[in-house]
T-cell receptor, first 113, second 115 residues
C-alpha cells in the first residue's frame, strides 16, 4: 500500500534556529514529490516540487532534498522566522491521475520568539 | 485572479441537516478537486472533475456525499444527511491538469462542524 510517513508530528523551535522535517514514502512508481506549507486556517501552498532526477531544490530559506533510492525526502528551514509556523505536508505523485496522490499527515511546526 | 474561492468559510449544522459547500475554481483550470482534511487522516481526495465531468469519485465516503460541477466556474459538494463524523475541513483545489508537475491551487477551505 502506498504510504507517506512524516516526522516529527510536531516540532517547536526558537526563532532564528534551523530545522529539518522528514518524509519517507513507499509510493511506487514515483513521478514527483511536493512539499506544501499550510498556515492555520488556510489551504496548502506549494513550496517545492522534485522529480526523480533532482536531489536538491531551494526556495528561499527552504531547501528540499530527495533520495529516490531510499525513498526519503527532507525539508530544511534555515534561520526560521515566526511566519514559518505552519503545517508542512509531503505529497508523493506516482505519475498517474490525481487519485494516485498520496499525502502525509504533516509536521506541525511552531516557531517561538 | 483571486484564486480558488470557497464558501462558506465556516458551517455549523445539526445532525441530519443538508449541507452544501461551494467552490469557484481559478479561471482556465480544467481540473477541480474536493479534499477533506482531519487530524486523524490528513488530506483525503474525495472526487475530482476534468472539464466539468467527474473522473474519480472513489474517495467519496458514502452515498450521503455528492458533488456536481454544472459549469467551468462552479462546483458544489453536498452532504445529506450530515453526521457528526463528517466534521472536518473541506478543501477545493484546481489545476491546469492532474498529472506530473502541475500544481494544484487550494482554496481556504470550509470548516464544517456537525453537532
Amino acid at each position: 500500500k502506498n504510504q507517506v510517513e512524516q516526522s516529527p508530528q510536531s516540532l517547536i523551535i526558537l526563532e532564528g534556529k534551523n530545522c529539518t522535517l522528514q518524509c519517507n514514502y513507499t509510493v511506487s512508481p514515483f513521478s514527483n514529490l511536493r512539499w506544501y506549507k499550510q498556515d492555520t486556517g488556510r489551504g496548502p501552498v506549494s513550496l517545492t516540487i522534485m522529480t526523480f532526477s533532482e536531489n536538491t531544490k531551494s526556495n528561499g530559506r527552504y531547501t528540499a532534498t530527495l533520495d529516490a533510492d531510499t525513498k526519503q525526502s527532507s525539508l530544511h528551514i534555515t534561520a526560521s522566522q515566526l511566519s514559518d509556523s505552519a503545517s508542512y505536508i509531503c505529497v508523493v505523485n506516482p505519475g498517474g491521475g490525481a487519485d494516485g496522490l498520496t499525502f502525509g499527515k504533516g509536521t506541525h511546526l511552531i516557531i517561538q520568539p | 485572479d483571486a484564486g480558488v474561492i470557497q464558501s462558506p468559510r465556516h458551517e455549523v449544522t445539526e445532525m441530519g441537516q443538508e449541507v452544501t459547500l461551494r467552490c469557484k475554481p481559478i479561471s482556465g483550470h480544467d481540473y477541480l478537486f474536493w479534499y477533506r482534511q482531519t487530524m486523524m487522516r490528513g488530506l483525503e481526495l474525495l472526487i475530482y472533475f476534468n472539464n466539468n465531468v467527474p473522473i474519480d469519485d472513489s474517495g467519496m465516503p458514502e452515498d450521503r456525499f455528492s458533488a456536481k460541477m454544472p459549469n467551468a466556474s462552479f462546483s458544489t459538494l453536498k452532504i445529506q444527511p450530515s453526521e457528526p463524523r463528517d466534521s472536518a475541513v473541506y478543501f477545493c483545489a484546481s489545476s491546469l491538469d492532474s498529472r506530473m508537475n502541475t500544481e494544484a491551487f487550494f482554496g481556504q477551505g470550509t470548516r464544517l462542524t456537525v453537532v
